[in-house]
Nanobody, 124 residues
Framework: QVQLVESGGGLVQAGGSLRLSCVAS????????MGWFRQAPGKEREFVAA????????YYTDSVKGRFTISRDNAKNTVYLQMGSLKPEDTAVYYC?????????????????WGQGTQVTVSS
């Protein structure tokens, strides 16, 4: 099973950009589907984006389409979330997650491993 560590969060003004990174340690990262989720205070964790094992299939929640891009570098055991045109409603703790079946899933229960999260705060 992989272990995941996110980085890249921070405070940014509305309209700005951030790139989140998630580095995996352990075996067979390239076999895993990867996802990004977020959780705002008082709200449930929600799906943001997912990418299959080879990077060929991506899926996004409607609210981030055209603004966020998920990508991966299997040689570096890393998945990225490039976030642009950020809005205050994007403020949340962002988590990356790994799915050992390698696919694209929007369901948290599908994922086997989670990172500790990184805070993203967008000011208006």
């Amino acid at each position: 099973q992989v272990q995941l560590v996110e980085s890249g969060g921070g405070l940014v003004q509305a309209g700005g950009s951030l790139r989140l990174s998630c580095v995996a340690s352990g075996r067979s990262f390239s076999n895993y589907g990867m996802g990004w989720f977020r959780q705002a205070p008082g709200k449930e964790r929600e799906f943001v984006a997912a990418l299959n094992w080879n990077g060929g299939t991506a899926y996004y929640t409607d609210s981030v389409k055209g603004r966020f891009t998920i990508s991966r570098d299997n040689a570096k055991n890393t998945v990225y979330l490039q976030m642009g045109s950020l809005k205050p409603e994007d403020t949340a703790v962002y988590y990356c997650a790994a799915d050992r079946w390698g696919g694209v899933s929007t369901t948290p229960n599908q994922y086997d491993a989670w990172g500790q999260g990184t805070q993203v705060t967008v000011s208006s």
